[in-house]
């Protein structure tokens, strides 16, 4: 039997839903400042009128447009590496019965709370000729604890028979990872992804400490230098493109574009988001 709800109870869920609605539209409206000022010919808080000129202007920038490929690259490039290595890894450490498994474990836990430092990381990346080259932008960073540690739960939480069933019929451990485990792993890699991707697109400070030469430069710290330069130009101090108009709305679509490809990116991914962080984060 369906029970009435009460009047108060209606007026409560009405407040609710209007206060959250107020609270949602409130959040778009930087957003939304941000696009209209990207098309907009003035400083005008409210744009008289609309142009693509900015657009027009990043684009035909080559250092722009290097810095997009850049970081296009990297990312693709980046997030790969890192699914692949976390999930190597990761599975190996899913093994209760791997020798070391809990020296190895406690490895991984010490990097969650203790760093190297950035002067000895700026050090080891140099030893291994990984300066002014892409791969510093990704090495260094190739594999977080966090989400090692939730991927290790994940693994350890399919059921064992599966494996064995497939080590019986003459499987090896990698035909097992890649045949058994990783297709059933699939959330779990979607919300990964997503998370090693929007960090590596969004990354900028190991870009500055490592690279020097402005054609490997990602396109955040394109971003940086149009928002702090006072003379908002792109590009290096060497190669200044001066803005020939309102410079805040070439910072403002710089900043649309920086930002587009992981909001298109998203919605795909998102289905598999909320289970996929889930998962494998109760299991010890």
Not at 46 to 63: C, V
Not at 105 to 112: D, E, F, G
Not at 170 to 175: C, I, P
Request: hydrophobic fraction near 50%.
């Amino acid at each position: 039997m369906i029970e009435s709800r009460s009047l108060g109870s209606k007026i409560f869920d009405i407040f609710n839903h209007t206060f959250l609605l107020l609270v949602g539209l409130v959040s778009l409206l930087p957003f939304v400042y941000i696009v209209v000022t990207s098309f907009s010919a003035t400083s005008d808080l409210i744009p008289k009128s609309f142009t693509t000129e900015a657009y027009q202007y990043i684009f035909s920038a080559d250092t722009f447009t290097k810095s997009l490929l850049v970081s296009i690259f990297v990312t693709l490039v980046g997030t790969f590496v890192q699914l692949a290595l976390s999930c190597l890894m990761a599975y190996s450490l899913s093994h209760t019965h791997l020798p070391g498994r809990g020296f190895f474990l406690m490895m991984v836990l010490i990097t969650m709370l203790f760093s190297g430092g950035m002067i000895p990381t700026y050090f080891v990346v140099q030893q291994t000729g990984l300066l002014n080259s892409l791969w510093a932008l990704i090495i260094p960073n190739a594999i977080s604890a966090f989400y090692l540690i939730i991927l290790k739960n994940f693994f350890q939480s399919i059921p064992n028979e599966l494996k064995e069933s497939a080590k019986i019929d003459g499987a090896h451990e990698l035909t097992v990872l890649f045949r058994i485990v990783l297709p059933l792993s699939l959330p779990a890699l979607a919300a990964f992804g997503l998370f090693y991707a929007v960090g590596i697109w969004n990354q900028y400070f190991n870009a500055i400490l490592y690279i020097s030469d402005p054609a490997l430069y990602p396109v955040q710290v394109i971003l940086r230098q149009l928002i702090i330069l006072s003379s908002g130009a792109i590009g290096d101090s060497t190669s200044i493109e001066t803005i020939p108009y309102h410079g805040q709305a070439i910072q403002m679509a710089v900043i649309v574009v920086a930002t587009l490809p992981i909001i298109i990116l998203y919605p795909f991914l998102q289905k598999h988001f909320a289970k996929g962080v889930l998962l494998g984060s109760v299991k010890g």
